[in-house]
């Protein structure tokens, strides 16, 4: 009766793959909500700065501590994905550690993921620290209350209970495998087999060669091998099932950055950073007015909006940032108006942006793809008094360690103010005035320019 | 007594049928707020000692549109930038250098796309090629052993990737360079950028401007160096609300080099 076993696994895996396949599929969907955008050029470029800052985490190891103990995280998520290769094989082939047949290779792979796994519950178990023990003042943001902050404490811990049942059952393994070893498998033969063909026949070495960190724990395991298999069982069931389950928890977290990090980083913005874009459809209109004669671009295409209202207006790219945002608060932490008490946090632009995108995804799945509501990004979710608080330092582009441009959506945002709604505080609107009437911000004369000369 | 300063503008030489080696972009605050008005002598007294031949727009220059473009106001940025990127390319001009990170940026990164291609560079960068070039000559005479930190502005460091130049021009002072924590791509804004410098600040409990000044003065410098008139704007107000503005001084890059080189 041992395929059900099997059978039961291979729905839930299928199972599970399909529903996170169709919720990142909506997430796609939302995500190209947005403003077309050609991001085609220097491909060698990109793949270069991703292979440095996505894959080589050059910009997490600003922040040593942080960005070592994430290091240990991400090396750990990267690495130990050959193991859960390994259990999904023997998921629905109902082998036993497929992989053993690689010999010493298969040795220093377990014994890696151990390590690995010691060091992602060390790293989690720091990181859990800092944010609800020591408080660091980047986690205690207002815009983290709430869903933010449970969300963070829900990936550090399953982190920690997929990594503990993970050498758990590596554990109750070790031990029935040398029981194997030592008794020629007069209870579990398959495990016999196992052994035999992991340790060798001849092989002196202990179980604690092979599980390096989980031979530790033996000790605190029962030595009946009945209650051993089913401890090995649970835990393995365990670790897959929390695995398929938090792979289908991604797309509602903060979490999804792990796969969005990377074609973020490909996608930067390559220009220096002081460089605005360019509005083009201000373009056309600029010359039309300087030249009259010119001819104005035919197009069937409604006139775009300038600057943005809601996120439809952003561009693929800014919309895909706020998806890959993991809300580390790097940006926040570096933004002077935010150190000095102001409204503004570059944290938040992305969370807004994000929550908005879902809110209106949401109203499409419900309603079809034409559906609107009365709401916008610009006063629904961020307020004016954000905007205006910028000082469009870059500092916030320069912390993030996946390069996502906070700045870009702020200033989008201050257009659609400024342009569309005539709606920038007096003090600009004075400053507009005077560089249009005498060409400098102040109000000075033209004729005046080069007087400093004999000053 | 000052000597007095030979500007000579575009429009003089067009008529003499000169052309300027380079196009001296001065900026509003340099022609405008008094104290800018200082850097900007300096920047043409280095100009002159090392013989450049430059030129300046005088009355026909105009906003780069940078305010405007930082505040949202896409519009009045074109319009600014396609007059100016006339009457650039109707002198035919090839190189600017501006006393201001603002300008700076803006012709050198946001004219391009409007039909302003020029070569452009910062007034720092330009004094460092004088400098290496043996045009001009410095010693550290006046600033040796003085403590001099130097603050990032913030288009010309993290917006243009320019941290060198600046500070290869005080290592020639002779003087004791001292960084502050938040220093080059993680050097903290003066408050002035993205058209601050024109509105009140947002509901605070600190102005950015102070947050800035106290970093420097931890350091107890005699002089805080920069490379803007805003931010030099910003720390000078800082520093006087401070009551330090006996012991600190505020100079620009291009003041110091002056002063040391005897303009």
Known sequence: MNWIDNLIFCVLLAGGIYWFARNAQKIRRNILLGRALDISDNLNERWKLMAKVAIGQSKMVVRPVAGILHIFVYLGFIIINIEVLEIIIDGIFGTHRIFAFMGYFYYLLIASFEFLALLVILGCAIFLIRRYVLKLKRFMNKELEGWPRNDAAIILTTEIVLMSAFLIMNAADGVMMSYGKLSGGILLPEFAEAATKIFGEQSQAGKGLYFPVSAYLTGFLPSNPIALHYIERVCWWFHILGIIAFLNYIPYSKHFHILLAFPTVFYSNLKPKGKFSNLESVTNEVKLMLDPSAVPPVSDAPPAKFGAKDVPDLSWKQLMDAYSCTECGRCTSNCPANQTGKLLSPRKIMMDTRDRMEELGKGIDKNGVNYSDSKALVGDYITAEELWACTTCNACTESCPINIDPLSIIIDLRRYLVMEQSDAPAALNAMFTNIENNGAPWQFSPADRLNWKNE | ?263
């Open chain 2, 1 to 263: 007594m000052e000597k007095e300063l030979v500007v000579p503008t575009m429009a003089e030489c067009l008529a003499k049928g000169e052309v300027p080696e380079i196009l001296f972009w001065v900026g509003c605050a340099g022609s405008f707020d008094d104290r800018a008005k200082i850097i900007t002598k300096a920047i043409v007294r280095i100009l002159t000692k090392a013989e450049v031949k430059f030129a300046v727009l005088g009355t026909e220059e105009s906003c780069t549109g940078d305010p405007a473009k930082r505040a949202g106001n896409e519009f009045l940025f074109q319009m600014q930038a396609m007059t100016n990127i006339q009457l650039l390319n109707g002198y035919e001009v090839k190189k600017i250098v501006t006393g201001c990170p603002h300008c700076f940026n803006t012709l050198k990164n946001e004219y391009p796309e409007l039909g302003g291609n020029f070569e452009v560079i910062h007034h720092t960068q330009l004094i460092q090629q004088l400098l290496d070039s043996g045009r001009i000559k410095v010693e550290g005479g006046n600033f040796s052993g003085k403590k001099i930190t130097f603050h990032d502005p913030c288009y010309l460091g993290r917006g243009n990737d320019v941290y060198e130049a600046p500070r290869a021009l005080l290592g020639k002072l002779d003087a004791a360079l001292v960084e502050m924590k938040r220093s080059r791509a993680n050097g903290l804004c003066c408050g002035a950028g993205g058209a601050q410098m024109f509105k009140e600040a947002e509901k605070d409990n600190k102005e950015v401007n102070i947050e800035r000044t106290e970093e420097a003065l931890e350091l107890q410098p005699q002089v805080i160096a920069t490379g803007c008139p805003f931010c030099m704007t910003m720390l000078r107000d800082g520093v006087k609300l401070k009551e330090q503005d006996q012991a600190t001084e505020v100079l620009d890059v291009a003041e110091l080099i002056a002063k040391a080189a005897d303009l």
